[in-house]
């Protein structure tokens, strides 16, 4: 079956940690995304990447960092200076970029502060 | 930069009954509109999508949305729901001349009753 995993489905993070979302894709995808999702706010863009060794900051990325070092992969890290890491985060893929393409998503990782 | 507004944060339907969610939208440029429905605890699953041509499209679950230009909305009815469509929904703007960049309303989230 082709589609986007993401690893762990819930993940904690006590203070002062980094954390590391995993996502997955076997689509043959060239774009990532990464997104936010909170209550009442729908999704906000952390970090997205086009090809592989390169990627952009999308509209809330102070306090996180991510990877693109395989096609398949994109890794997300939530970094000690995320004052408020709790939301579940999403990752997305298209076949390229563009306006039009769809964006397939993954199933979510619930990240909670201890 | 584009915005997405959904109109309405939750909408309570009885089943069998018809729902329509409203999404307007603002943009300087020409934009692709999208509809995705979120399951509880679980990613986005796109519902339709305009790109052009016929501003009636029909997507997945027997929804269907209009594209109004001049009114700059895209809303989405389905004439008949069912248990099932209980979800949150949420409209989602890209403009055309963009790298694929997605800005989502806030999500409505539809409860279908017996």
């Known amino acids: 079956d082709g589609g986007i995993t993401q690893s762990p489905k819930y993940l904690f993070r006590k203070e002062g940690q980094n954390v590391t979302l995993s996502c997955e894709q076997n689509?043959?995808?060239?774009?990532m995304y990464w997104y936010r999702q909170d209550p009442g706010q729908g999704l906000r863009l952390i970090y997205y990447?086009?090809?592989?060794?390169?990627?952009q900051k999308g509209d809330i990325a102070e306090g996180y960092s991510v990877s693109r070092e395989k096609k398949e992969s994109f890794p997300l890290t939530v970094t000690s200076a995320q004052k408020n890491p709790t939301a579940f985060y999403l990752c997305a893929s298209s076949i390229q970029r563009g306006g039009q393409e769809t964006q397939y998503f993954g199933p979510g990782t619930r990240l909670l502060v201890l | 930069a584009q915005s997405v507004t959904q109109l309405d944060s939750q909408v309570p339907v009885f089943e069998e009954a018809p729902v329509e969610l409203r999404c307007n939208y603002s943009?300087?440029?020409?934009?692709?509109l999208f509809w995705y429905v979120q399951y509880p605890n679980q990613g986005l699953q796109l519902l339709l999508k305009?790109?052009?041509?016929?501003?009636l499209v029909k997507g997945i679950n027997g929804f269907e949305a209009e594209f109004n230009k001049s009114q700059t909305s895209f809303h989405l009815r389905k004439p008949s729901v069912h248990i099932s469509d209980t979800a949150e929904y949420f409209c989602?703007?890209?403009?055309?001349?963009?790298?694929?960049?997605?800005?989502f309303g806030a999500g409505t989230q539809v409860v279908v009753t017996p």
């Open positions: 689509l043959n995808h060239d774009a």
């Open positions: 989602a703007v890209s403009e055309t001349d963009s790298w694929g960049k997605l800005q």
């Open positions: 990447s086009q090809i592989v060794n390169d990627f």
């Open positions: 305009y790109l052009s041509g016929s501003t």
């Open positions: 943009s300087s440029v020409s934009v692709y």
